[in-house]
């Protein structure tokens, strides 16, 4: 049977490609062999051990070079900026892979880019700090182009800052993304809040960030038969029937949002 991932269906609108070639020229040159190489790692991490357990991350593949690559690039097109962070860049990372996947590019080497950005996180985020040691001297002061309107129709948020939790997982408020506790942890180290990793499933969606801070996700307020949530764009406190699942329209921004509540 094959697995789907959430992901998978999201395709990019027609005019998308050109306008990333125009808006990303240096990052469009180098985003070939960055699949090219994260194809052959998936191949290789899928390949199983006598016990069974994948083989993990090999250094010779080629894919550490070509994100190292790939990095320079960010740093010529705007993306990243001096004294940008690893987190940072592993998320500007995840977005410019899902954005190339929906242009018809191969989901093996999206598989294996959340593979490393999820599930062996700490070792991702070692090896961008290193890179970015290397390579920050690039950017020279130049301003971060992430908020340019060509750049950010692109590269539009796919999760929000408004996450709510029930007694089986984590949602967005904003977005269509649900996550089991199992492809969690709960953590207060560097900063109090979730490490992504969908370890338990591995059914990887790379539109969720790898981190959620513990301050963007509210536990619905149970009140007899009302439940309390707030806005995801103003904070008021909203009040709503209680119901597995609930539509509110926040009464002072009149968003509207669902969520579940258990
Ligand atoms: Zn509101």
């Given at each position: ?7 998978e269906h ?7 490609l050109?306008?990333?070639?125009k808006?990303?020229p ?8 960055f ?19 994948p083989?993990?991350?090999?250094q ?7 994100l190292?690559?790939?990095l ?5 097109d705007?993306?990243?900026t ?13 977005a ?18 959340a593979?490393?950005a999820?599930s062996?996180?700490?070792?991702a ?53 649900v ?48 439940v ?35």
């Amino acid at each position: 049977m094959t697995l789907n991932y959430p992901f998978e269906h999201i395709r990019a609108k027609p005019h998308e490609l050109d306008l990333f070639k125009k808006a990303l020229p240096n990052i469009t040159k180098e985003m070939p062999e960055f699949f090219r190489t994260m194809d052959i790692a998936n191949k290789s991490i899928e390949q199983k051990n006598m016990f069974g357990n994948p083989l993990g991350i090999r250094q010779d593949l080629g894919f550490e070079n070509s994100l190292k690559i790939l990095l320079i690039a960010c740093f010529n097109d705007g993306l990243l900026t001096e004294g940008d962070t690893a987190e940072k860049a592993i998320d500007i990372f995840r977005a410019l892979t899902l954005k190339w996947y929906t242009f018809g590019n191969k989901l093996d080497s999206c598989l294996y880019f959340a593979y490393f950005a999820y599930s062996r996180h700490s070792y991702a985020a070692t090896l961008f700090n290193d890179y970015l040691k290397q390579s920050d001297f690039l950017a020279g002061g130049a301003k971060s182009r992430l908020d340019n309107a060509d750049v950010a129709s692109l590269l539009n948020p796919t999760y929000s800052k408004a996450w709510y939790k029930t007694s089986t997982g984590l949602g967005d408020k904003l977005h269509p993304l649900v996550l089991s506790d199992d492809d969690v942890t709960k953590t207060s180290f560097p900063r109090p809040g979730y490490q992504v990793h969908f370890r338990s499933t591995n059914r990887f969606d790379l539109r969720v960030p790898t981190f959620i801070e513990m301050d963007q996700v509210e536990k619905p307020m149970i009140q007899d038969t009302k439940v309390i949530v707030s806005c995801p764009n103003c904070r008021q406190k909203c009040r709503g029937n209680l119901f597995k699942q609930i539509e509110i329209a926040c009464p002072s921004c009149k968003t509207t949002w669902k969520q579940f509540t258990s």
